[in-house]
C-alpha cells in the first residue's frame, strides 16, 4: 500500500510535468491521465484506452471520386435509331435502382449470388475472377472463372437479369489485358481463388490498381494461339512457353496496317459523357 | 420530276385495283388521262426510257429550296395537329363488338430487340416496334375494294412529298394528312371501319394479346439452294467430281418422267413479303408509341411492318376485351405510360418469385 501511495505521488508530479510540457509545446493531446489522478477510492482506476488522434490534413482538396460508366451503356456502331437506347437505358436504370451493380473491370474477383430454385436455401452464391464483359444494353453479359474441388468453373451472368440477387467486388483490380479468356490455358493457381475470399476495401478516389502479373501457362497446345497479335495478349509470361523463333512466326498474322484505318476509328468521347451525365442524374434521383 | 418518254404502256394506279392510267406521248405526269374501263383490253406492254432526271431543287434558288421545305414542314404539322382530336371532328359512329368482327391493324418501325424475363426467371427476346405518325387514310367499300369485304388504307411515318408523284401526294390529301411511306390495306368488318385522317396509337393493342407481323424480308439475293432451303449438299472430298453445294437429285424416274412444279431450286432468296404469327405482346409504352412483340420480325432495322390482331383459331376471342374500333387518345380512357404483361417481370418491383 504504501509502494502504491508512493508511485501514485510519482506519478502525479510526472503527469503535472507532462502537462506543463504540453501546455509549452502548444498541441494539447487530452489524456485521461487526469482521471488516474482523482482515483479517491483506494481501487486501482479503472484503464480506459485514449482515444485515437484525429489528425485533419487542410494541405490536400478531398479528391473526386473516380468516373465510371459501365460499359454496356454505350452501344457499338450501328443502324439502330437512337430512340430504341433510349428505352433500353431507362429500363437499365430502373433496374439499377433496384439492384446495386459495383464498379468492376476484368480481372476484378466478384462475388454473386443467384435465386435458384433447385439449391437449399434457394440461393446460390459463386465467387471468381471476371474474365470477360460483353454485351451491350439489357443483355450485357460477364463471365465468372474459378476452380472448384480442381474443375474449372466459368459462369456467365447477365447483369440486368431479376434471378441476380447481389453482386459484390471482393477485390477492384484492373489486369493488363481486356480479356482474360487464356486463363483456360493458364496454371491453375492463378484461377483458384477461396470462396470465402475477405472483401478487400478500395478506395473510391484513387485510380483503379493494375495488376501487372503475367500468368505461366500449361504446355501448349492451348485452346486459342494466345500468341498471335490479333488477340493482343499482355499478360502471359510467353519467354517460359515459347521460343523467340514461335513468337516471330507468329507475327506472320499481324496487320499493322489496322492500326491506321481511319474507318475503324470510333470516337465515343462526347457519347460517353452525355451519357454518363444522364445516367448520373437519374440514379442520383 | 424525271421525264419520261413512253412509246406505249399501262401504268396501273397503286392503290385502287380495276383501274388503268393510259398517258399518251411524252409529258409530265400532269398530263395524264385515266380511263377506268377497259380492264380486259391493254395497250401494248413495253421499256419506259428515262430521258433526263430532275430533282425539286435543281432550278430553285437555295433560299426557295429551304422555304419549301420549311413550309412544307409547317404545313405537316399543322395537319398532324387539326387531327389530333378525332373524337371532335365529326367521328363516324361507334358500333360494338361482334363474334367474328376483325378491326384495323397499325404500321410500325422495327426498332431492334432486347431480352425481357417473366415473373419466374424465364428469358425471352422481343421486338420493339415503335407506331409512328400512323393514320387512316381510306375507306374503301366492299365493291370498290374485292368484293367480299371492307378495306381500310393506314398509312406509317410521314415522308418528303418532294420524291412522290403528283397523285400519290393528292391521294394524301384528300385526308388530310401527310404522305406516308408505306400505305397497308387492312381487311375489317363493316362496324370496324374508321373515318379517314384519325391517329392511331400503340394503345391500340394490348399486352397479352397475341399479333402477326407482316414486312419485306432481308434480300439475299440469287441463292443456291444450300443456303435458300439448308439442303445438305455432297462431301467435300471423297472424288466429287466439282458437285458439292448441288441439289443432286430433282425428284423420282421414269414413272412421272417430269419435275414437278415447285421443286426447289435456286432462285431469289429474301425481299419479299413474310408474315410472323401468333406474336405475344408483352409491353406497350404509350410514351413513345412501341410496342413490345415476342422474337424476331422480318425485316432489317427501320423497316416499316404491318401489325395486325392474328388471325390463329385458338385466339379468335381475343378482340373481345381489346378497343373498339381503336383507341382514341382524346376520349375518356386514361393508361399509365407503361402497359405490362399479367406475367412479365418489371425492373422496378421487387425480386423474382421462384416457383
Redesign the interface.
Known amino acids: 500500500m504504501a509502494a502504491c501511495t508512493r508511485g501514485a505521488a510519482e506519478v502525479l508530479s510526472s503527469i503535472r510535468a507532462f502537462r506543463h510540457i504540453q501546455h509549452q509545446n502548444g498541441r494539447f493531446i487530452s489524456t485521461s491521465l487526469t482521471d488516474l489522478a482523482v482515483g479517491g477510492d483506494g481501487r486501482p482506476p479503472k484503464f480506459t484506452p485514449p482515444p485515437k488522434p484525429v489528425i485533419i490534413d487542410k494541405t490536400q482538396s478531398e479528391a473526386p471520386p473516380r468516373r465510371f460508366l459501365s460499359p454496356e451503356f454505350i452501344a457499338p456502331r450501328?443502324?439502330?435509331?437512337g430512340?430504341?437506347f433510349v428505352?433500353?437505358r431507362k429500363?437499365m436504370i430502373?433496374?439499377r435502382?433496384?439492384l446495386n451493380i459495383p464498379e468492376f473491370y476484368v480481372g476484378s474477383i466478384l462475388a454473386v449470388t443467384m435465386?435458384?430454385?433447385h439449391a437449399s436455401g434457394?440461393t446460390n452464391r459463386f465467387v471468381g475472377i471476371c474474365a470477360q464483359r460483353s454485351g451491350s444494353?439489357?443483355?450485357a453479359t460477364f463471365i465468372l472463372r474459378n476452380i472448384v474441388d480442381g474443375q474449372g468453373v466459368e459462369i456467365c451472368y447477365?447483369m440486368?437479369?431479376?434471378?441476380i440477387?447481389t453482386i459484390e467486388v471482393l477485390k477492384l483490380e484492373k489486369r493488363l489485358d481486356n480479356n482474360l479468356m487464356y486463363l483456360r490455358d493458364a496454371l491453375p493457381e492463378h484461377c483458384t481463388f477461396d470462396f470465402d475470399l475477405k472483401p478487400v476495401p478500395h478506395n473510391p478516389t484513387a485510380d483503379v490498381p493494375i495488376n501487372t502479373v503475367k500468368v505461366r501457362m500449361k504446355p501448349k497446345p492451348w485452346s486459342k494461339r494466345w500468341e498471335r497479335p490479333h488477340f493482343n495478349v499482355k499478360g502471359i509470361r510467353f519467354d517460359l512457353c515459347l521460343t523467340p523463333e514461335q513468337m516471330e512466326h507468329a507475327q506472320k498474322w499481324a496487320r499493322p496496317w489496322q492500326e491506321f484505318d481511319m474507318m475503324k476509328h470510333h470516337d465515343t468521347a462526347k457519347l460517353e459523357e452525355a451519357i454518363f451525365k444522364e445516367v448520373q442524374a437519374e440514379l442520383s434521383k | 420530276m424525271a421525264s419520261w418518254t413512253y412509246r406505249f404502256f399501262r401504268l396501273t394506279n397503286p392503290f385502287l385495283r380495276g383501274t388503268h392510267v393510259f398517258i399518251s406521248g411524252t409529258g409530265s405526269p400532269a398530263t395524264v388521262t385515266r380511263t377506268t374501263d377497259s380492264i380486259g383490253v391493254p395497250a401494248a406492254q413495253f421499256v419506259r426510257t428515262i430521258k433526263s432526271t430532275t430533282w425539286f431543287e435543281e432550278n430553285l434558288t437555295e433560299d426557295n429550296a429551304s422555304f419549301m421545305r420549311q413550309v412544307v414542314a409547317e404545313d405537316f404539322k399543322q395537319m398532324t395537329a387539326d387531327k389530333l382530336y378525332p373524337l371532335k371532328d365529326e367521328p363516324w359512329p361507334r358500333q360494338e363488338w361482334q363474334e367474328g368482327s376483325r378491326r384495323v391493324g397499325l404500321v410500325a418501325i422495327k426498332l431492334g430487340m432486347m431480352p425481357i424475363w417473366t415473373k419466374s426467371g424465364d428469358r425471352h427476346v422481343v421486338t420493339l416496334l415503335q407506331v409512328k405518325d400512323c393514320h387512316v387514310i381510306k375507306h374503301l367499300s366492299k365493291e370498290e375494294y374485292d368484293g367480299t369485304s371492307t378495306a381500310l388504307l393506314v398509312g406509317g411515318k410521314d415522308c418528303s412529298p418532294f420524291h412522290r408523284t403528283e397523285e400519290s401526294i393528292e391521294f394524301f390529301r384528300n385526308a388530310g394528312v401527310p404522305p406516308k411511306q408505306k400505305v397497308s390495306t387492312f381487311r375489317v368488318t363493316d362496324n370496324a371501319i374508321i373515318k379517314p385522317g384519325t391517329p392511331l396509337y400503340a394503345a391500340h393493342f394490348r399486352p397479352g394479346q397475341y399479333l402477326d407481323v407482316t414486312a419485306k424480308t432481308i434480300g439475299k439475293g440469287f441463292q443456291g439452294v444450300m443456303k435458300r432451303y439448308g439442303f445438305k449438299g455432297q462431301p467435300a472430298t471423297h472424288g466429287q467430281t466439282k458437285t458439292h453445294r448441288r441439289p443432286g437429285s430433282l425428284g423420282p424416274g421414269g414413272d412421272p418422267a417430269k419435275v414437278f412444279k415447285g421443286t426447289k431450286m435456286p432462285g431469289q432468296m429474301g425481299n419479299k413479303f413474310e408474315t410472323a404469327i401468333g406474336l405475344k405482346l408483352w409491353r406497350v409504352n404509350n410514351r413513345y408509341n412501341i410496342l413490345y412483340v415476342n422474337g424476331s420480325v422480318p425485316g432489317h432495322k427501320n423497316c416499316l411492318v404491318k401489325v395486325r390482331d392474328t388471325r390463329l383459331p385458338k385466339r379468335a376471342g381475343q378482340t373481345r376485351d381489346l378497343p373498339f374500333p381503336t383507341f382514341f387518345r382524346d376520349g375518356d380512357e386514361e393508361l399509365p405510360e407503361d402497359l405490362y404483361a399479367d406475367d412479365m417481370f418489371q425492373f422496378g418491383e421487387e425480386d423474382v418469385t421462384t416457383t
Open positions: 450501328s443502324r439502330t435509331s430512340l430504341k428505352v433500353e429500363d430502373q433496374r435502382k433496384a435465386k435458384d430454385p434457394k444494353g439489357l443483355g447477365e440486368y437479369s431479376p434471378r440477387q
